[in-house]
Structure formats: structure tokens, C-alpha cells
């Protein structure tokens, strides 16, 4: 069974979106972050930002890719919960610490943080609704 398959098996709220609508919102969150967040290691990489800057961003990508394994492949909507309030956290972090350096990384991941935090409030519904 597909991720959207086990979306549609959820009891969700009526304000849940489709389960069709996260790939192509996904496609251009991954284009933004790819864009992004590669601006980012490869300042580092030049020495123009400190290397610890880099820390909440490689954080945000291994919680990120996580998240689908832990909803859909182990099925746990408790870890899921868990790791998309790390998604959350660690995203806010790296949009803090590298706006004094590349305001624009900060600006164009505010879809991705909005979206994560929508995501977070329906993942918390979501694991509620299903406990």
C-alpha cells in the first residue's frame, strides 16, 4: 500500500487536504530546499558562513526524510508526531540562524515553514483522531 492509500485509511478532519495535493506540494518544497539549503552548504564550503551554521539544516533534512518512514513505513503515528515537531523545530532554527547571512534563504522557505507548520497541526489531529 501506497503513502496515499494509507492517507486515505486515516480518519482526518474535514479540513485534512487530499491526499493527491502533497506531491505536488512536496515537488516544489524539495525544489526550494534543494536550492536553498545547496546556497547554503556551499557558502559554508567557502568559507563565507561559520560551519556550525550548517548543524539545524543537516538536522532538518534527516528529520525530513524520516518522516514518511516513520508514518507510512512503520506506521507510527507517534514517532511520526514526534519527528515533525523536530522538522519543525530544527527548520525555524536554520531560518534564524542564516538570516544575518542569506536573507533570502529565510525568505524563500517561509511556503516550506508554513507548510510544516500546517503539516505539524494536522499530524497532531491525525495521531489524536487515530489513537
Known amino acids: 500500500m501506497n503513502s496515499s492509500e494509507q492517507y486515505s485509511q486515516f480518519i482526518k478532519p474535514e479540513w485534512a ?13 524539495y525544489i526550494i530546499i534543494i536550492i536553498s539549503y545547496s546556497f547554503v552548504f556551499y557558502q559554508i564550503a567557502k568559507g563565507n558562513i561559520p560551519k556550525i551554521v550548517a548543524l539545524p539544516f543537516i ?7 524520516l518522516f514518511t518512514y516513520l508514518q507510512f513505513g512503520l506506521g507510527n503515528n507517534i514517532l511520526a508526531t514526534i519527528d515533525i515537531f523536530l522538522i519543525l523545530g ?13 536573507p533570502w534563504v529565510a525568505y524563500i522557505n517561509v511556503f516550506y515553514l508554513l507548510w510544516v507548520a500546517f503539516a505539524t497541526v494536522l499530524q497532531v489531529t491525525i495521531t489524536y483522531l487515530n489513537w
Open 17 to 29: 487536504p487530499p491526499g493527491y495535493l502533497f506531491g505536488p506540494v512536496w515537488l516544489i518544497l
Open 59 to 65: 538536522l532538518n533534512i534527516i528529520f525530513n526524510l
Open 90 to 102: 530544527t527548520l525555524i532554527w536554520a531560518l534564524i540562524v542564516i538570516y544575518p547571512y542569506i
